[in-house]
């Protein structure tokens, strides 16, 4: 018990684990990866698999800390968001309460995982007795939102994410809605930064296809590098959460990595993490107080 275990959604943008897996493997313990039995997506599409894609897996993963955890998810009853919360709920069970339960999509990249795991560790006493005590774990962002020409847009300033929890009771994909620990790291997230054909299939099959709105993907293929600052409110669901693109003219990852490093208007500091947790002390213990 309280070993680091991630866990994997595999699906249609399945070749992206070739990105994700490799940054978190040596720090984790044991890394699982869902993978729908019949090959469908949450909106009840089938997809097909490249075989070379387990040969890669079977040949990275020298340590053979790598399983497979083959299910039914796709349930024509429920929603896609409430089929992304099943799925996520059943990987945690599998992945063992009592452990850090991680949980990254493929198209997430941890910058400093081995970081991340180091604050994790400081609250270790949280997977004792977990369901007494639940907490989840937020990181931030640094979002792609279009690979251009010569280089990439992305989000202005990093965004709040959840990644891990002590307790898996999922309310919305891997939000729990217990009491937030947040933790100064960063996650490059491609989001909706595709090709536009691969953007479309992820708009049709993800978790969030029946909340995009209408006007999205016109204002995707039409912002650029040479216009997205005449442009406001970027986001899919609710436009205003991603209202400012920024550019960086590399699609380098070296490059980029070394940017957000360097770059203090894409680093948590130490003064807001500690009132942003302050604060969801307080709110935890109020909102504890009135349910008394």
């Known amino acids: 018990m309280k070993k680091i275990h991630v866990g994997f959604l595999f699906s249609y943008d399945y070749q992206k684990l070739k990105l994700s897996i490799p940054p978190v493997y040596d720090a984790s313990d044991r890394i699982f990866i869902a993978m729908d039995e019949n090959l469908v997506t949450w909106s009840g599409n089938k997809f097909e698999v490249d075989s070379s894609f387990f040969d890669w897996l079977k040949e990275f993963d020298t ?60 609250y270790d006493n949280y997977l004792d007795n977990p369901e007494n005590k639940k907490i989840e774990i937020y990181a931030f962002w640094l979002i792609i939102y279009k690979y251009t020409e010569n ?106 990595l070394n940017v957000v490093k360097e770059s203090k208007n894409l680093n948590i500091s130490k003064t807001k993490l500690f009132f942003k947790n302050l604060g969801q002390w307080f709110k935890y213990h109020w909102k504890k107080k009135n349910r008394i």
């Open 151 to 256: 280089g990439i847009l992305y989000i202005d300033k990093p965004m709040k994410a959840a990644f891990a929890t002590n307790y898996p009771n999922y309310k919305c994909a891997r939000r729990t809605n217990e009491r937030i620990i947040y933790v100064d790291n960063l996650v490059l997230h491609e989001s909706v930064a595709r090709s536009e054909s691969e953007l479309r299939i992820k708009l049709e099959n993800w978790g969030h296809s029946n909340e995009v709105h209408d006007d999205f993907l016109d204002k995707w293929i039409n912002t650029n590098e040479n216009n997205y600052k005449e442009g406001t409110n970027f986001y899919y669901i609710e436009p205003k959460r991603w209202k400012k693109l920024a550019y960086f003219p590399s699609k380098n990852m070296d490059d980029i």
């Open 63 to 122: 340590d053979n800390k790598i399983e497979i955890y083959r299910e039914n998810f796709y349930i024509p009853e429920l929603t896609a968001i409430e089929m992304d919360t099943r799925e996520r709920h059943l990987l945690s069970l599998k992945m063992g309460i009592g452990n850090w339960l991680i949980q990254i999509d493929s198209d997430e990249y941890f910058i400093d995982f081995k970081k991340f795991v180091a604050n994790l560790r400081k």
